[in-house]
Every structure is written in structure tokens, then in C-alpha cells.
């Protein structure tokens, strides 16, 4: 009797009857490959979506999918044995064969599983063609613009030595680690630039056994040396970029009369379409207007020049105005900190994490989906490409975009409907890719089961995005919080929307009423690029914080706690997952900081950190010592924002 299986496998669907075996002839073999979980790439506010329009525009629930290019712990995604060019293509749509692909019994024809058109299987394809039945998995992409062809990613790393960078501690702790982490590299292309009164590069010698300094006074329309001379081969010239760093750092201290955005534009312009990624830590040059920030983002963009951006604030009690640095930032992607004095360990952490962590120049990302979809928007840090396409300078561990789709027809007549994305990534040795993933629904009748299966971070973060856009259009922060008040407003006082996230359970209704709350309270041009670019996940740890409340005698994992309106908080300790990276454990006023550091070290508080601590970063804070920390002060925001006030039919 034959097997289930030999009739249906999990990524072939058989229609018909099993065609017979004709051992005769020799098949090649197929590979294995590794399982890869879509769902760490793709997120969707709904995955049981609605039949019917009207029931969809009932619930108030936008239809947004998040699509994060680069996870921060990357599986092993299968690379197919064809390229791009040579990828099994529907006709009709152009969407690569995938995971939702229906082949005919005769295995000369498959049906899309975006489209539902017939194609032909091309002969050459063979077993091969069965290959790419993953939900996610890679095919190598020739890219057309040649100025980008092989040309491996260089790091570029500007570090202001200025009186409050040096006495702060700032400076050397930067270089120290700095040179520690070049010390395990292997292979790559890194230079190092010092702002004093002066741009200060170096100029490697032809026989690359030597190095000089170039400076210049000004930043303004600056053009840098040749990469060929800035640039140090981590794999042959370890010993003398060390030896240059060293030397280099000895430079007197000063101040630049440039700004921000004119160094910016300069490296951008000088290194523009080279794969160079700057990270730039500053302290005391001014930023730049509005206006200007808008200028540059665009022409970074069309130059595909990339820059992180650490600034240390030194005041405790004013804060300049950043906004026009978060409007580059949501133009740009690029990754903003700005810090103060006591946040100066894990600061230059996270800026040498930063200057080699992942990154793929010139990242795109395009969608392909039924045609009962339409894309509204697509929203992220970087800029619309096509009508179905998004483009950001470079993509990093975490970075997001976000597609909105609305129904063009009142009533969905489609069954298993599936959405494809490919996301073209570069390489450190300038190789692209096309990771191509796809993301199946479910039609449903009913809107609980929208409710019960839907993703609330997703659904709260589209709604302020979509306050943070209004905000952007008028370049007023005023705006976007007026806008978040009757975007709230109008998403809380619906009843039917009340009961359906009550009856969803989770106490859904009061999460998204906490997580409006805080937002009116954090958001501002700063934190508007962290929500533009985090993944839902994430979004849900930054407004709507949770903690496990830590005791002395604590000895198994407790349980996890909202932030919001916790007032108890006595004695003990909170520990805090902030985002990715970071964790905090925040002390009560009455415990004693020297003690918990010995409580912390030993068991059973020990195994019990190392249960929940899933970050490289864990600070430990006390509120009178660290009271100007900035991240401390976002999760006190966080702890005392009020709920909004709803109506209750």
C-alpha cells in the first residue's frame, strides 16, 4: 500500500493521481537544506485576514507587513544552486517559484502561489526546480550598476578629541577598545579619521609600508583622499593601523568650526558609491537646520553613502534640538545615540559594535502580492523606490521596513493567499544576493479570529508610524503629537474594536492604551527614527517596557511584569530587556549599588541573570547615581505615563 508520503511531501502539493515509479530512470539527487523560521524576517499586523472588506475596515486594524532583511542571530539560509537569472520566474508576475507553488502531476507545470497563473517548469530546471521550495532561501544577484561590482565594504570611523570627549574619558576608551577589537579582525578595509580644530585622515604610502597625516581646516565642499590611501587591509596592514591609530591619537585637542552635516556631505561625497559605511562620535560641532538635513538625506541616498552617528550631550539640564539629526536619520537609517557622560562604557560599546557590525549597502526590498492587494505606502528609514519597492543607504542587524496594503475588491475570492518578498542584500566582499521569502494567510470569516491571531506591536507601531509621517510633512514635533492624540483617539473610542481586543485576551485593550500613552510622552524627531526602523518585537520592549522584579533572596525566575504604573518599588531591583542589545537592572532608591554588584556576582541571583539576560549589554543602574542616564530617564517616562482616557459604550 503506498505511503502518505510518497504522494505528498511538505513543499510539493500532487493533484491527481501519484504518478507511477519508473525506477528505471536515474534522478539526481536533491539536497538537503536547513529549515529556516520566515517568521524571523516577516511580520504581519493580521495573518487571519478578513474575506470581506467592509469586516476589515470594522476592525480599524491596518494590514501591515514588517519585512527585516538582517536578523541579529542570522540562520543558516539555504543558497540555491541557480542565480537570480536563472530562477523558475512566474509569467505572469514575475514571482520567484516558492514555498506556496502548486506543481502538476506530470511536473511540466507549476500554478503561482501569488498569481495562481500557470507555467511552464523549464526542462532544465529538473530536481533543482524542487529546490526552491523554502520560505525563505537565497539566489546569487548579478547587480547592474558596475560602480558597486566587487567592491568590498570599507569601514570609516571619525572620532572628535575635543576637552569634553578627553576629560569624560570618551576618547580613550573608544581608542583602547578600538584597537582591541582590530587586534581579532582578520580580514576587511578600515580607516580612522581624528576631529580636532582640524580633519585629520591619513595617507598610506604606495609601498603601503608607511603612513603620513592629511589635514584640513574646513569641511565644507572637503575632498577626501583616494580610498587607496585612506584605507588599511586588515588582512596585511594590522601592525600599521595600529601603530597609525596610536600615533594619531597623540594629536592635540580642539574644536572644528564645521558642522555636522558639512562633514557628513563631504565623506559622502568623496567615498560616494564605494560601499563606504562611516560612523561618526561627536560632541561639540553643531548639527545643521531642517531644511538641510532633508537636502543631504536625499543626496546621501541617490550617492548610497551610509553614516552612524554617536553625540554626546553634555548637559544634564538642556538638551539641543536634535530634530533635524532624526529627520537625516529617517532619510538616511542612519543608528542615532545620544548620550550623556555617565552612559560613556556602554557608549563606546555600542560604537565599536556599530562601526563592524553587519551592513549591506544599497539594500532593497520589493513585494509581490495577490491581486486582490494593493500597497498604499511603504514606510521605513530610507525611501519608496517603485510603487512596490523600498531602498535604504544600507541595511543593519534589526532594520525594518514596513509595507501597507489595502483591499481592492469588496470580497476575496482566493484561496491560501501568499505574499513573496525579495530582498536584495551586498555583501563585505560586494557579492549580491536575493534572500527571497514568503509569507502565507489564512481567509477567514469571522473578525475574532483577525483579533485572536493578530500582532498588536505591529498594529500599534503602523498607527505611530503613521503620526510620526504627519509630523515629518510639517518638520514639527507638535504636529506629530497632535496627530498621535487623534490617531489614539480614534482607534481606542471605537466599541466594536474595545470589545474585540478584549476578547482576544492578553488584556490586549489595556496594552494598547499603556503603549499610546507612552508614546505621547517619549515621541519626538529622535525616537520617531528608532520606531521607523525597529522590528515589532522591539517596538513592543521600547512603549510598553516589562521587568522582572528582582529580590535579594530571589532564586528562581519571576514573573514578568508591566512597567506601567509600577509603584511599588521599594526595595530590590527591576531588570529590564530595553531592545536587541541592551539591558538594564534598576536599583530601588534605598538599596545600596556595591552590594547588589557582589548579590549579582554570586549565586543564586547569578543563574538567575543568566536565565533572563538574552542582550550583550546589561548596565546596572541606581537612581541617584545615575540620574541623567538617558535610557533611565526614557523608562521613568515610561513608568509614569497615564493611560488615556476611553469612551465605554
Not at 146 to 168: D, R, Y
Not at 201 to 228: H, L
Not at 367 to 382: M, V
Not at 615 to 640: D, F, G, Q, R, W
Amino acid at each position: 500500500m503506498e505511503s502518505k508520503e510518497d504522494g505528498l511531501s511538505f513543499w510539493r502539493t500532487i493533484l491527481g493521481p501519484p504518478k507511477p515509479q519508473m525506477p528505471e530512470i536515474k534522478r539526481e539527487e536533491v539536497r538537503e537544506y536547513p529549515k529556516v523560521n520566515v517568521e524571523k524576517y516577516i511580520t504581519s499586523s493580521i495573518n487571519f485576514i478578513p474575506i470581506n472588506k467592509r469586516d476589515k475596515e470594522l476592525l480599524r486594524a491596518p494590514f501591515t507587513v514588517a519585512v527585516t532583511p538582517i536578523i541579529s542571530d542570522p540562520e543558516n539560509i539555504p543558497k540555491m544552486e541557480y542565480s537570480f537569472e536563472e530562477a523558475p520566474k512566474c509569467g505572469n508576475c514575475g514571482t520567484i517559484c516558492n514555498a506556496k507553488t502548486i506543481i502538476f502531476n506530470d511536473s511540466t507545470k507549476y500554478l503561482c502561489g501569488t498569481c495562481k497563473a500557470a507555467n511552464e517548469i523549464p526542462i532544465a530546471m529538473d530536481e533543482k526546480f524542487k529546490s526552491n521550495q523554502f520560505h525563505v532561501n537565497m539566489v546569487e544577484y548579478p547587480y547592474t550598476d558596475q560602480a558597486l561590482v566587487n567592491a568590498p565594504i570599507k569601514n570609516i570611523f571619525v572620532l572628535e578629541k575635543s576637552e569634553l570627549t578627553v576629560n569624560h574619558g570618551l576618547f580613550s576608551k573608544t581608542i583602547e577598545k578600538l584597537i582591541n577589537r582590530i587586534k581579532t579582525l582578520k580580514s576587511g578595509y578600515f580607516s580612522f579619521i581624528i576631529l580636532t580644530n582640524t580633519l585629520t585622515v591619513p595617507k598610506i604610502s604606495e609601498d603601503r609600508t608607511k603612513f603620513a597625516y592629511s589635514s584640513y581646516p574646513d569641511c565644507f565642499e572637503m575632498q577626501c583622499p583616494s580610498a587607496d590611501s585612506i584605507f588599511f587591509d586588515l588582512s596585511t596592514e594590522q601592525d600599521l593601523l595600529i601603530q597609525y591609530i596610536t600615533s594619531i591619537s597623540e594629536l592635540s585637542q580642539g574644536t572644528i568650526s564645521s558642522s555636522l552635516f558639512e562633514l557628513i556631505d563631504s565623506i559622502g561625497s568623496s567615498y560616494a558609491g564605494q560601499n563606504v559605511m562611516t560612523t561618526i562620535c561627536t560632541s561639540t560641532i553643531p548639527t545643521g537646520t531642517m531644511e538641510e538635513a532633508k537636502e543631504l538625506g536625499h543626496k546621501l541616498l541617490l550617492s548610497l553613502s551610509h553614516f552612524d552617528l554617536f553625540i554626546m550631550n553634555p548637559s544634564i539640564d538642556t538638551q539641543p534640538d536634535y530634530a533635524s539629526v532624526g529627520e537625516l536619520s529617517m532619510l538616511n537609517n542612519s543608528h542615532i545615540n545620544i548620550f550623556n557622560p555617565v552612559q560613556v562604557e556602554s557608549a563606546s560599546d555600542d560604537i565599536i559594535y556599530r562601526i563592524f557590525c553587519q551592513k549591506c549597502p544599497a539594500a532593497l526590498v520589493s513585494s509581490t502580492h495577490p491581486p486582490f492587494l494593493a500597497i498604499k505606502d511603504i514606510k521605513g528609514c530610507g525611501m519608496m523606490r517603485t510603487q512596490n519597492s523600498f531602498i535604504m543607504t544600507a541595511a543593519e542587524p534589526g532594520d525594518t521596513f514596513f509595507f501597507f496594503y489595502d483591499y481592492i475588491v469588496d470580497q476575496v475570492e482566493f484561496t491560501n493567499p501568499s505574499i513573496l518578498y525579495q530582498m536584495r542584500l551586498t555583501h563585505d566582499d560586494g557579492s549580491t544576493s536575493i534572500t527571497v521569502a514568503t509569507y502565507s494567510f489564512s481567509l477567514v470569516n469571522n473578525n475574532k479570529s483577525v483579533m485572536d491571531h493578530a500582532n498588536i506591536d505591529l498594529i500599534l507601531q503602523s498607527y505611530i508610524i503613521q503620526a510620526i509621517e504627519d509630523g515629518r510633512e510639517k518638520a514639527d514635533e507638535l504636529v506629530m503629537l497632535s496627530s498621535l492624540d487623534k490617531i489614539r483617539d480614534d482607534f481606542l473610542n471605537q466599541p466594536f474594536l474595545q470589545l474585540m481586543l478584549t476578547a482576544s485576551g492578553n488584556n490586549n485593550f489595556r496594552y494598547a492604551c499603556v503603549c499610546f500613552g507612552t508614546a505621547s510622552k517619549l515621541l519626538n524627531f529622535i525616537r520617531a527614527s528608532d520606531i521607523m526602523s525597529k522590528m515589532p518585537r522591539e517596538f513592543g520592549w521600547y512603549c510598553m517596557p516589562r521587568f522582572y522584579w528582582l529580590q535579594r533572596n530571589t532564586t528562581e525566575v519571576p514573573n514578568l511584569l508591566t512597567l506601567n504604573g509600577f509603584n511599588r518599588f521599594v526595595s530590590g531591583a527591576m531588570f529590564i530587556k530595553y531592545d536587541s542589545r541592551h539591558s538594564l537592572i534598576i536599583l530601588a532608591e534605598n538599596e545600596d549599588m556595591n552590594e547588589w554588584i557582589d548579590l549579582l556576582n554570586k549565586s543564586p541571583l547569578k543563574e538567575v541573570i543568566q536565565q533572563i539576560s538574552t542582550t550583550p549589554s546589561v548596565e546596572l543602574i541606581h537612581p541617584k547615581v545615575n540620574a541623567t542616564h538617558k535610557t533611565y530617564i526614557t523608562i521613568n517616562k515610561c513608568m509614569t505615563a497615564p493611560l488615556p482616557a476611553t469612551k465605554k459604550d
